[in-house]
Nanobody
Framework: QVQLTESGGGSVQAGGSLRLSCEASGDTDSITVMAWFRQSPGKEREGVAVIAVVPGTTRYADSVKGRFAVSRDNAKSTVYLQMNQLQSEDTAMYYC?????????????????WGQGTQVTVSV
């Protein structure tokens, strides 16, 4: 009942920045947490960042701490991922996900709504 649409992906050079957006529609009142995951060929899906709709608490994977920042605009039912100091290791398909739980988890099993993904490619 929740639909997610990601945007903002593209190609950047190492050291550059990119901001991803994810707009939720449908039963948005059921959403308590909004997260970003990524997956590259041959690797499992990795939780990158998550934010509680209320009160905005965040959690990050160690690999992106200090470089990425997740935020949300509740009025627009939108979550953002600001990615700075991008490196080749950040190249992946990035997925937005939402859930109705109370825990800021980075495991994919916690989430029940997923976007189709937006590609981020970082060139060396």
């Amino acid at each position: 009942q929740v639909q997610l649409t990601e945007s903002g992906g593209g190609s950047v050079q190492a050291g550059g920045s990119l901001r991803l957006s994810c707009e939720a529609s449908g039963d948005t009142d059921s959403i308590t947490v909004m997260a970003w995951f990524r997956q590259s060929p041959g690797k499992e899906r990795e939780g990158v960042a998550v934010i509680a709709v209320v009160p905005g608490t965040t959690r990050y994977a160690d690999s992106v701490k200090g470089r990425f920042a997740v935020s949300r605009d509740n009025a627009k039912s939108t979550v953002y991922l600001q990615m700075n100091q991008l490196q080749s290791e950040d190249t992946a398909m990035y997925y937005c996900a939402t859930g109705g739980g109370r825990v800021l988890g980075l495991d994919a099993a916690r989430y029940n709504a997923w976007g189709q993904g937006t590609q981020v490619t970082v060139s060396v």
